[in-house]
């Protein structure tokens, strides 16, 4: 299946703790960590919600 590359570029200090749960679920614990997740509408929907919070590297 194919993959996305997800990159944190903000501190989740001061987010909702919805938003800090997502992160975590997605695998990003630091700022600058890029992590492979596989591109199901349940992680694109996971990106959707932290968006201002990362970044999709290509």
Sequence with gaps: ???I???QI???I???IDQKRTLQSLG???I???VEVEDT???RGMIRK???LVKVVE
């Design 41 to 43: 509408p349940s992680n």
């Design 14 to 16: 001061g987010a909702p």
């Design 1 to 3: 299946m194919a993959t």
């Design 10 to 12: 903000k501190s989740k």
């Design 28 to 30: 990003l614990h630091k």
């Design 5 to 7: 590359k997800v990159k």
């Design 50 to 52: 932290v968006h201002h």
């Design 32 to 34: 600058s960590q890029v």
